[in-house]
């Protein structure tokens, strides 16, 4: 599991957080301080000097490279676990009634450069993948809480339908993005970015994706049929996107909703267990020399078992789960490489070969032995 790179796509001074914080409270800043990691967006933990009564620490995200509708839509599907009961992550907070505009409760368009900015819940806790490297003797304990409150997240939201999701004013996969752009995959938009840069086009890496997408849009093909539970997903629930217990390595919570939608509960799943499941090959491996990362058996084994526990995976989930294990390192992979080898070509080398660190892992699932071995492990 490797940790994050240090990268924040933006800094903003005290002023300017003040002048976005003005929509949601009276209070002013006590403190602010830039959180790093990930590859979009910046965020800050504020503390606010505010009556001891009030909460005084929320995350203010600044969420470049999406529209104010995109920020408008994940806080609202965000809300809905709230109203739903599931508060086991950071929940949005609506802007104070006489600053807002009907069509954005959540999203502020007072950021400098006119970013859509969002106030967050702020958790206590530690990244469950730094949790994990630190504390091995907890990783287990991890994933068995993280699958727990994947799977509490998918039984409280799951049976929502298109109709449904939009008479609520929440993010369906298909027109309002999340579940990591899977949609535009599959109209080949994604493939079309790629063939649009001179450079890009001539990559290595896009005979192996377009090798890939052909299996995408078969198991696309499947969810749009209907053959799959819909209902709240995540998104990215990367271990990095996850809040732990560093003492117990109980959950504390689900961070970084911006890929949060109404999609297939089996990509959730599947996202997590190739984001958090994976670890260095080691010299006793069968593909030692092969593959730099394989699947840590024992942590796929404990976040299933807490996954299972609070919602049982249907027949067809099981059957296709490697092949959504796969669905799912695709959507990243290519993420990554379009990030950093079109949109941001003046970066580190660690990040614009990031995305081979998913490559390997997708070719790694193709390996008989492991999904032989992946699919025992659904016995559960």
């Not at 104070?96 to 969002?118: H, I, W």
């Not at 304990?141 to 049976?159: E, F, K, Q, T, Y």
């Amino acid at each position: 599991m490797a940790a994050k790179i240090n990268i924040a796509s933006s800094t903003h001074s005290t002023a300017e957080l003040s002048t976005i914080l003005s929509e949601y409270t009276t209070a002013p800043i006590k403190s602010s301080k830039q959180l790093f990691g990930g590859y979009s967006g910046s965020s800050y933990l504020v503390e606010l000097d505010a009556s001891p009564a009030s909460p005084t620490q929320y995350v203010l995200k600044v969420s470049n490279g999406y529209t104010h509708d995109d920020a408008e839509f994940m806080c609202r599907t965000a809300a809905y676990l709230g109203s739903v009961g599931f508060e086991d992550c950071c929940l949005p907070i609506p802007k104070m009634k006489q600053k807002r505009d009907p069509s954005y409760v959540y999203v502020s368009k007072l950021e400098s450069n006119g970013v859509p900015s969002l106030l967050l819940t702020y958790v206590k806790g530690q990244q469950a993948d730094k949790i994990m490297r630190e504390s091995p003797h907890l990783a287990k304990v991890v994933m068995r809480g993280i699958g727990g409150g994947l799977g509490r997240m998918h039984a409280l939201s799951s049976g929502i339908d298109a109709e449904k999701a939009k008479a609520s004013g929440i993010r369906w996969y298909e027109n309002d993005g999340g579940c990591c752009d899977v949609q535009d995959q599959y109209e080949d938009k994604i493939l079309g970015k790629i063939m649009s840069d001179p450079d890009a086009s001539q990559h290595e890496f896009v005979e192996f994706y377009k090798r890939e997408l052909t299996d995408l849009k078969n198991e696309l093909g499947l969810v749009k049929a209907g053959m799959f539970d819909m209902g709240v997903t995540h998104g990215d629930p990367f271990a990095d996107n996850i809040m732990s217990n560093p003492e117990n390595g109980e959950l504390v919570a689900f961070i970084d909703m911006e890929d949060v939608c109404v999609g297939p509960l089996l990509f959730d799943l599947a996202c997590c267990s190739i984001g958090s499941c994976f670890t260095n090959a080691n010299e006793d491996s069968e593909f030692n020399g092969k593959y730099n990362q394989i699947l840590d058996f024992d942590l796929l084994s404990s976040f299933l078992g807490g996954y299972t526990a609070d919602r049982k995976l249907p027949s067809i989930e099981v059957e296709h789960f490697v092949a959504f294990m796969r669905l799912t390192l695709l959507c990243n992979c290519s993420w990554r490489f379009i990030k950093f080898n079109i949109q941001q070509k003046d970066v580190p080398a660690e990040a614009k070969n990031s995305y081979v660190e998913l490559q390997d892992r997708i070719k790694y699932l193709r390996e008989e032995s492991v999904v032989a071995r992946i699919m025992e492990q659904l016995n559960i």
